[in-house]
C-alpha cells in the first residue's frame, strides 16, 4: 500500500495542526462509516448507492494521502456505471480490504510505503 504523505504535510501547512489534525480525524471517520456502508450494500445489490458512495470516497481519500484507496473507489463507480458484475465484486471487495489497511496505516505510520 502507498501512502502519499505530502499530501498529510500540504493539509498541515495550509490548515495548521489543529486545522489538519480536525481534517484528518473527520475524514477518517467519514471513510470508515461509508465503507462500512457501501461493503452491506453492495451484498444488498443496491448498485446506485454504492456507486454514490464510492465517488464521495475517492476524493476524501485523496485529500489525505490513500490515492490508491481513492482509485479503487473509482473503480467500484466504473464497474456499477458499466454493468460490470463480475469486476464490481472483486473490486468492492478489493475496497474493502484496502479501507482497512489504509485507514490502520494512517495511525500505525511504521507500517506505511512512504
Not at 505530502?6 to 498541515?12: E, M, N, Q
Not at 448507492?49 to 475517492?58: G, M, Q
Not at 476524501?60 to 464490481?88: H, S, T, W
Request: charged share 30%.
Amino acid at each position: 500500500m502507498r501512502f502519499d504523505s505530502r499530501k498529510l504535510a500540504d493539509l498541515y501547512r495550509t490548515m495548521g495542526e489543529i486545522g489538519a489534525e480536525n481534517v484528518l480525524c473527520d475524514t477518517m471517520e467519514e471513510l470508515t462509516i461509508q465503507l462500512v456502508r457501501i461493503e452491506k450494500l453492495g451484498r444488498r445489490a443496491k448498485f446506485d448507492d454504492v456507486r454514490e458512495i464510492a465517488e464521495r470516497i475517492a476524493p476524501k481519500a485523496e485529500q489525505i494521502g490513500l490515492a490508491g484507496l481513492g482509485n479503487v473507489a473509482r473503480a467500484v463507480a466504473d464497474c456499477v456505471r458499466n454493468g460490470d458484475l463480475a469486476g464490481f465484486a472483486a473490486t468492492l471487495a478489493r475496497l474493502s480490504r484496502m479501507g482497512d489497511k489504509s485507514l490502520s496505516a494512517i495511525w500505525d505510520p511504521q507500517g506505511m510505503m512512504l
